[in-house]
């Protein structure tokens, strides 16, 4: 008769964690979501908490007694100015790059195909290993007014054109790396594949056969493409909407390296809390790029944007 040999202890937890596989489950999950509950959504609500306080306009030090005076500050005319500008600036990088996006990602999700495939995502993949700065600061070069680009302008005969756009009051400049024409361009190029993939994405899930039920049944391309493709390639183009958007609400880089003087919320964000020692003020600009994607995640999802999903 054999006798049982003991069993060690990582046997038993093997056993416990087989048997109720609820415990195993709370013990991979408790980590990351107790970093995500205290650390991340924590410091954030500190940050946010500063928002309904007040700074003392002769010492400069935060007052601590509940108020709205500061998100009131939000609507005075330079502040206003500030958080129109970046949402115009937003909404307008977000088209732009659902324009030039949608027709790279419909072909690599249709025809591409092998090596062809793997050059597309090494050309979208390839703008972000290099550094964010090294990126911005090149197009800094590219865009002055010795630039390359100028150069080229001036090469096939068109300053004279570039030169008008200039001059067009609030997007003009001196020269494009003053302008928000540079801006909306280098916003444009950093964030536009946060757009190609996730559009390729939802384009790759759209079944030929639908298509091809559809030309069977004598609908045209056009009729075919608003139909059926766009209805499905929907919430890839809103999540790619959703990374342009929000990463322009909150980006202080850009526009502090290339473009005018005019500030956006990020610059704000950055100026009141580290320059200005304004945090409540500082609080209260962190909280409108959340108020903004709260509403536009809202009215997607009433459009029924995310029912494909």
Do not use: C
Request: avoid cysteine; glycine fraction near 8%.
């Amino acid at each position: 008769m054999e006798l049982s040999q003991p069993r060690g202890l990582l046997d038993q937890w093997s056993d416990l964690f087989w048997r109720k596989k609820a415990v195993l489950l709370f013990l991979l999950l408790a980590p990351p979501l107790l970093w995500l509950g205290f650390v991340y959504i924590g410091s954030l609500l500190a940050l946010l908490l500063q928002s309904f306080f007040s700074i003392d306009e002769f010492s400069g030090l935060v007052n601590y007694e509940f108020t709205l005076k500061t998100y009131g500050e939000l609507f005075l005319p330079a502040n206003y100015d500030i958080i129109l500008r970046t949402v115009l600036m937003a909404a307008s990088v977000s088209i732009a790059a659902a324009v030039i996006a949608f027709p790279i990602a419909y072909y690599a999700a249709r025809y591409a195909r092998g090596k062809m495939k793997a050059f597309f995502y090494l050309a979208v993949m390839m703008p972000l290993w290099s550094s964010y700065l090294v990126k911005v600061y090149a197009w800094k070069l590219i865009l002055a007014k010795e630039g390359i680009l100028n150069w080229a302008v001036e090469g096939m005969g068109a300053s004279i054109l570039l030169n008008a756009v200039l001059s067009i009051p609030v997007i003009g400049g001196n020269s494009l790396s003053v302008s928000y024409i540079g801006t909306f361009l280098v916003f444009l190029y950093v964030w536009l594949p946060f757009m190609i993939l996730p559009l390729q994405a939802s384009l790759e899930r759209v079944p030929l056969n639908l298509i091809e039920a559809s030309d069977d049944l004598g609908a045209e391309k056009r009729q075919t493409f608003w139909h059926i493709t766009m209805p499905l390639a929907m919430p890839g183009l809103i999540a790619g909407s959703i990374f342009t958007f929000s990463l322009t609400l909150g980006d202080y880089i850009i526009p502090q390296i290339v473009g005018s003087s005019r500030r956006f919320i990020g610059q704000a964000v950055y100026q009141h809390q580290g320059t200005a020692g304004n945090i409540p003020l500082a609080a209260a600009f962190a909280v409108v790029p959340i108020l903004i994607m709260g509403f536009y995640l809202w009215m997607a999802k009433r459009k029924g944007a995310f029912d494909a999903i």
